[in-house]
């Protein structure tokens, strides 16, 4: 049944964000949804199928551009199946949350609502899993908070560990000492931090020791206070490392766990830790837990489009 409703919008810059640079979020509404949308002086025209849909989630857009949210073409496209699914995700609670780094003067907000849940995780929980598709800012974002942690003092180290599943190479055939033998394993941490902070920054915090990179095996007998830890790749630890790592937490310390339980390298018949660790602690209401989905990818649209189609190739 075709249907039409307008969308009132008096202030000239709600109205700017929604719409976008020449229309091009009502664009891909049109798109995505069988609705026509005009936008005029002050109102949004709707005709369509999926009207009234478009009109509930423009509504939901117009709160996130109050609250100084950034609209753009995934987040709107992500919205839109969970108003199709009926989802009562808080858009207007997760998308005003965000990581502002004052020494360097930048703001991450997040590009999909899983990403606002897991900066809120971040802000709640000293453990915290977050799984799910590469592309979805888990790492980017557990580095963000953990570099803004530092510069803020309130944490005086940022450890970075990952297991290490060895592909054809040994570690011991690689240059260097342990640490330099593991910092190619750890590169898109580095990534993160080479994008969050000037090379003077950088270099301060190295100087003092306040960044350390360990592998995972390493942990052994150590436990963790004042310190932020982010374990990556975090599907590839056997089940008993994974709870030889989360019982090193200690006074003011963090665990952040990242990874993909699709994309496990451990030999045959090996348990991921990360799955074990899911699976027992999930009842357990002090570990923030966040699942990542394929629409909440935020790389090059393609990227989606790759890991569903395996997907379906791998059932």
Do not use: W
Request: glycine fraction near 6%; aromatic fraction near 6%; charged fraction near 25%.
């Amino acid at each position: 049944m075709i249907s039409e409703c307008t969308v009132q919008i008096t202030d000239n810059k709600i109205m700017m964000d929604v719409c976008g640079i020449n229309h091009k979020n009502l664009k891909v509404l049109e798109k995505i949804a069988d609705v026509y949308v005009s936008g005029g002086a002050e109102e949004i025209v709707l005709k369509g199928k999926d009207a009234d849909k478009i009109k509930t989630l423009l509504e939901q857009l117009i709160n996130i551009a109050q609250a100084g949210g950034n609209i753009y073409a995934g987040l709107i496209e992500v919205m839109y199946h969970q108003v199709c699914s009926n989802s009562d995700v808080d858009y207007e609670d997760v998308m005003k949350s965000s990581i502002n780094i004052a020494k360097v003067h930048k703001t991450f907000q997040p590009r999909t609502p899983m990403q606002g849940k897991l900066i809120q995780a971040l802000s709640d929980y000293d453990v915290i899993f977050s799984y799910g598709p590469a592309g979805t800012g888990k790492t980017f974002l557990s580095v963000c908070y953990a570099v803004n942690a530092l510069l803020n003092k309130e944490a005086a180290k940022l450890i970075l560990t990952r297991p290490v599943v060895e592909a054809g190479e040994s570690l011991g055939f690689l240059p260097g000492d342990y640490t330099q033998k593991i910092n190619p394993y750890l590169t898109p941490l580095f990534d993160a931090i080479n994008r969050i902070l000037t090379p003077e920054i950088y270099a301060k915090l190295n100087a003092k020791n306040m960044i350390e990179v360990a592998p995972l095996a390493y942990m052994r007998g150590r436990t963790f206070e004042n310190c932020i830890v982010i374990l990556d790749e975090a599907q590839n630890a056997t089940c008993r490392q994974m709870k030889m790592f989360l019982t090193r937490l200690g006074e003011n310390a963090k665990l952040i766990i990242n990874g993909d339980v699709t994309q496990i390298d451990l030999p045959y018949k090996v348990k991921s830790g990360m799955v074990e660790a899911l699976e027992v602690l999930q009842d357990v209401p002090e570990i923030g837990i966040v699942e990542f989905k394929e629409s909440d990818v935020v790389r090059h649209p393609v990227v989606k489009k790759i890991i569903n189609a395996y997907k379906k190739h791998e059932k």
